[in-house]
């Protein structure tokens, strides 16, 4: 059975923050994921995870100037030392808050600029060293350009030809099904093919990112083929609820299993 991690940058968002961690334990879930926490101090989610019971399954690495449209610094030669701090940022917050996974934003560039590609190669190698000394992994995700304009980082085939390339034993693939399915579709077959650099998967509904099973995909299928494939890692739910985040829990019904 799969364990699910809920998103709280988008679940549970009828509470602050900081209530939401009480709110996905109540729910049923053992286990969170979210954005960027660096609102709050690492002692305060470590506190709440702790006394919810909760796993920590990934957060994100700072993006840069989020409001002003940066999506991540790793592809930008210009901000390599704006990208360096932030990875120390986010090891110093990791060690704090006991995560094991850590997904850095390639940025925006086109995925033809030589020069962002270099960059994002190198980021990736600094990135991999300082989280190797946490013991974390880094994750590298795939995004559609519907969603994110000009993300460098819109191709599956080009996150795992990175990935051999780099060779390092802590970078990995974020596989969200959401991305994928507007991206190429076949998430069946991507899930078997990428399965051995996966190490972390995300669900959301297509075409409208609401709750699984409430798409074109069939989700359930995924959760099954992801059993079988032996994946033994958390889905981050990192969906839009339609409407109150428990109202949309009944497809959670069958997974809710707090061991």
């Not at 990934?58 to 610094?73: K, T, V």
């Not at 795939?142 to 030809?161: I, T």
């Not at 802590?170 to 093919?193: A, C, E, P, S, W």
Request: aromatic share 10%.
């Amino acid at each position: 059975m799969p364990r699910f991690a809920a998103n709280l940058t988008l679940m549970f968002g009828e509470r602050p923050f900081l209530d939401r961690f009480a709110a996905a334990a109540e729910a049923g879930f053992g286990a969170v994921e979210f954005l960027f926490p660096y609102e709050h101090p690492p002692e305060t989610i470590a506190d709440r995870l702790r006394e919810n019971q909760l796993t920590l399954a990934l957060f994100n690495a700072p993006p840069g100037d989020w409001a002003a449209g940066d999506r991540g610094l790793a592809c930008l030669p210009a901000r390599s030392v704006e990208f360096r701090s932030s990875v120390e940022h986010a090891v110093t917050y990791a060690r704090a808050i006991g995560a094991t996974k850590l997904h850095v934003m390639a940025g925006i560039a086109p995925p033809d600029d030589r020069a962002a590609s270099n960059a994002y190669r190198e980021s990736l190698r600094f990135a991999c060293d300082r989280a190797g000394d946490a013991d974390l992994d880094v994750l590298i995700e795939p995004l559609n350009g519907r969603d994110m304009p000009g993300y460098h980082l819109a191709d599956f085939n080009r996150a795992a030809d990175l990935i051999a390339e780099l060779a390092l034993p802590n970078l990995k693939l974020q596989f969200d099904v959401y991305h994928r399915q507007i991206m190429h579709g076949d998430v069946l077959t991507g899930l078997q093919t990428l399965a051995p650099i996966i190490g972390h998967v995300q669900i959301a509904s297509v075409p409208r990112r609401g709750e699984p099973n409430t798409g074109e995909l069939n989700d359930t299928a995924i959760f099954d083929a992801l059993d079988r494939l032996g994946y033994s890692g958390f889905v981050g739910c990192e969906y839009r609820p339609v409407g109150s985040t428990e109202e949309g829990l009944g497809w959670f019904a069958l997974y809710r299993n707090r061991g």
